[in-house]
């Protein structure tokens, strides 16, 4: 996932526009707040504001992607008009997933997202029945949302479950190679 509490909005929107074009729209961007307090303000972003500025950065990057000329005026975004060339290849720009799992990361998903990344084990709650709550709360459709279990078990009987109850697909990790002893 990208951070954007240590990024700018403008040039992150144009390099994942460019990156959209290079890989003939298929990029899928991952986005998040971040955790080391000390990194996001040594980047100027206050840590209790950093969901916040992922908001807003969000927004921002979409509406460079989608207006042509954009602006976006916000407390922790702020741009006048300007031109960003060329606008992704998946119009509209690429999904949007977000990838965290703190409790309140399904209203922000159904709030500004097109997707999650839970880390299977790491959220406390149902990330499925919690996302299609926070979707209805905001009378979002959960069917546009898409959800990739991260760290998916290779238990088949989990997965069975998740597909079942909406979970769109799975990330398995690959372990380390082992040194030869």
């Known amino acids: 996932v990208c951070l954007l509490t240590e990024r700018d909005p403008i040039i992150t929107a144009k390099a994942i526009a460019t990156l959209d074009h290079m890989s003939n729209g298929r990029v899928i961007f991952g986005i998040a707040g971040g955790w080391i307090k000390e990194a996001m303000e040594n980047h100027g ?8 500025i992922v908001r807003e950065c969000a927004l921002a990057i979409r509406t460079l992607w989608r207006e042509e000329p ?6 922790h975004v702020n741009f006048d008009s300007l031109s960003m060339l060329p606008k992704p290849l998946q119009r509209g720009g690429p999904p949007i997933y977000i990838g965290s799992n703190s409790d309140k990361v399904p209203a922000r998903v159904a709030d500004y997202a097109d997707g999650w990344m839970p880390i299977y084990d790491r959220y406390a709650g149902d990330p499925i029945a919690d996302l299609k709550k926070a979707c209805a709360d905001v009378e979002r459709d959960y069917s546009e949302m898409t959800v990739l279990l991260f760290g998916a078990p290779l238990d088949e009987a989990v997965l069975r479950d998740y597909a079942a109850r909406g979970c769109d697909g ?9 040194q030869h002893e």
Request: glycine letters at 4%.
């Open 45 to 52: 972003s206050p840590f209790k504001e950093r969901w916040q």
């Open 70 to 75: 954009a602006e976006f005026h916000g407390k």
């Open 170 to 178: 799975f990330v398995f990790l690959v372990p380390p190679e082992r």
